[in-house]
């Protein structure tokens, strides 16, 4: 049983950054391709991106691509998300997920695709 605590979130202007992490316990972190996603008010939930077990490969929603990077580092079982010129569109729960069993990378971009879930962390995008 995978554990996942995300951190980071916050209230930024438009233009601004923010990095997000996601510790992980109760597993072997390198083994699990590790994927971020968000919801907003009212949305579903919608995937932002995903990195392979050793980083090797990512995988980004178009929404966010140039500007969102995810990144992992295996030795402190973390998973980060940097999120640079942010837009009020932007502002969501952000929730990272952990994928197991599989061994091809596939760029997992649907939530049933994911076997654990941390509890989220509120970004706020002010205009």
């Known amino acids: 049983q995978v554990q996942l605590v995300e951190s980071g979130g916050g209230l930024v202007q438009a233009g601004g950054s923010l990095r997000l992490s996601c510790a992980a316990s109760g597993g072997t972190f390198s083994r699990y391709a590790m994927g971020w996603f968000r919801q907003a008010p009212g949305k579903e939930r919608e995937f932002v991106a995903a990195i392979s077990w050793s980083g090797g490969s990512t995988y980004y929603a178009d929404s966010v691509k140039g500007r969102f990077s995810i990144s992992r580092d295996n030795a402190k079982n973390t998973v980060y998300l940097q999120m640079n010129s942010l837009k009020p569109e932007d502002t969501a729960v952000y929730y990272c997920?952990?994928?197991?069993?599989?061994?091809?990378?596939?760029?997992?971009?649907?939530?049933?695709?994911?076997?654990?879930w941390g509890q989220g962390t509120q970004v706020t995008v002010s205009s």
């Open positions: 997920a952990a994928r197991g069993r599989v061994t091809t990378w596939d760029a997992p971009r649907f939530a049933a695709q994911y076997d654990y």
